[in-house]
């Protein structure tokens, strides 16, 4: 016989949509906890992501980071409450893992599942720093997603823009790719446009003749690309890359892209204020939310606007498990949980709000 949940609860959460193996715990009066087992030294020698191998190695790390997890924290498996795992959107071999897991601890343990939007997860880790004050404008800038977000509450998120093609971080990985920086580049990128000197007329900022709040980084890529090809640029060595021994036309160009990119970001979201001018906070998540120029700007933005600024601390703008427990105990706190049956979303998916009243609650 399942126990009653508290609001009060632990939440185990477990992260398995891309490249990180991630177990996190959440538990009220302590702050984020997790165990991160990154991928991407094994997918760096492909240039991206291999799916296939991506959902073996989470297969391989899980149990044993859920273990340390619970050990680290001083935490028998017994003392969870509830389980919280990224039910999307995501590569959908990965989440499979991930989501055979979770259901099965929830089933051997007795406790409630949550399966959580991971995009979600990446905004309300904004309160990790402080609560959010709703409503709130959420930017969401991660490898896989743009989307700005009409945010009411921790469970009410209204898309009001997204991008059509390639995401900000697509956008930087693929650019620095072109460059021949390691993989993934967003982070080099911005640390070579922090030495660099942009010229803000080299590049247009894609896809703003419109009104809308969505947005299109592909043409941006492309444009990088030409510019590449029709000039003379120094070759960096990828296999020894060293932040000093890039040549400067290159931190300039550099400059430039992250410019374009920052400078496109904040006008849409300019919009999205815009159309939604009650907004008391922005908050600001995903990968993306860790470059430099995109955590400066941002809060000159939110404070020119009157707005409180939230930005996760670097280390929990990536993919994390801590996130998805909280997001998973804010859910429950709610009286809410997911049905056993509920299935992963693959990305390009809508993933719903279809959670089911937790009968075993207790406020
Ligand atoms: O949220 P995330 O860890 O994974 C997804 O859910 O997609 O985001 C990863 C993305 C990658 O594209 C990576 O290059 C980008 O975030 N990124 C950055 C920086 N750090 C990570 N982009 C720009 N500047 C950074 N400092
Ligand atoms: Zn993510």
Redesign the pocket.
Known sequence: MPRPLRSRMICLGIET??D?TSVGVWRPGHGPRDVVHSQIPMHAVFGGVVPELASREHLRQLDALVQTVVRDENLGLHEVDMIAVTRGP?LLGALLVGIAYAKSLALALEIPIVGVN?LHA?LLACEFVEPIEYPALGLL?????THLYWMQSSLDFELVGRTLDD????A??KI?KILNLPY????Y???LAEEGRADPRLFTRPYLNNSNCDFSFSGLKTAVAQYVASHDLPRIDYADFRVDAVPAPIKDLCASV?LTIVQTLLEKSRRALVAHPQARTLCVA???A???M?RREFSRFATLHGLKFLVPD?NY???NGAMIAYTGQRIAARGLASALDFEAIPRGKHVPNDYIVNPFFKE
Request: net charge negative.
């Open positions: 949509s891309c990180e995501g991971h990446h800038v991660s490898g896989g997603h995401a900000a971080g697509e930087f990985d620095a993934p580049g967003g982070k990128i911005d640390v992250n995903g990968g993306v860790a470059n430099s995109v670097q703008c990536g993919d």
